[in-house]
């Protein structure tokens, strides 16, 4: 089946300090998305792509769709504590019979130290 | 509170058992998916229903099934238990098969299966 690359895998940073995390996909995907999820929590969307090369922001975070419908990166601005998490990229491919599943990535726990 | 209800929060139970979880979505909502993640297979989509018919099929099991009800409540069957089936359990709910950005988490069920 589809299956989502996600790197790194996990990353213990200085607070202040900017992050970058991406995924890329062996198939191509209609629509990108990018999770979070804290303990004990759900994911919780943070931002969602639905163009190829479209650049989204969402206060300290930034998420493009790459060109090829393959791949997405995520880049977090001077991280504080509450960043702290499991961070996924999914991806949708809709259609009949896709019904609108997500495949995740393998999610990058992201560590900030104060 | 992302309004998607989730019983039971924790359950722990022995191989070869039964086991239901059940799901209310947020309210209006008429789509109903389920979630696994493990630790080694991370978050993998297994079923979705849409007002009370099945729309996808992911990566379920035989020994486990889902159904939804008329009053859009999901619920998870999952039998003949053995220790690989520990994981969260997640549901999630949307209000029409389309619009990643509209599916929302609920907080998981954990099952432990001992």
């Known amino acids: 089946g589809q299956q989502l690359n996600q790197s790194p895998q996990s990353m213990f940073i200085q607070e202040g300090e900017d992050v970058s995390m991406n995924c890329t996909s062996s198939s191509i995907f209609n629509t990108w998305l990018w999770y979070k999820q804290e303990p004990g929590e759900g994911p919780v969307l943070l931002i969602a792509l639905y163009k190829a090369g479209e650049l989204t922001s969402n206060g300290r975070l930034t998420a493009q769709f790459g060109i090829t419908r393959k791949d997405s990166f995520l880049n977090i601005s001077a991280s504080i504590p509450s960043d702290v998490g499991i961070y996924f990229c999914a991806g949708q491919l809709s259609g009949e019979g896709a019904g609108n599943m997500l495949t995740f990535g393998g999610g990058t726990r992201l560590m900030v130290k104060p | 509170d992302s309004g998607v209800t989730q019983t039971p929060k924790h359950l722990i139970t022995a191989t070869g058992q039964r086991v239901t979880l059940r799901c209310s979505p947020r309210s209006g909502d008429l789509s109903v998916y389920w979630y696994q993640q493990s630790l080694d297979q991370g978050l993998q989509f297994l079923i979705q229903y849409y007002n009370g018919e099945e729309r996808a099929k992911g990566n379920i099991l035989e020994r486990f099934s889902a159904q939804q009800f008329p009053d859009l409540h999901s619920e998870l069957n999952l039998s003949s238990l053995e220790l690989g089936d520990s994981a969260l359990y997640f549901c999630?709910?949307?209000?029409?098969?389309?619009?990643?950005?509209?599916?929302?988490f609920g907080e998981g069920s954990w099952l432990t299966v001992v």
């Open positions: 999630a709910s949307s209000p029409y098969p389309g619009g990643a950005n509209t599916i929302y």
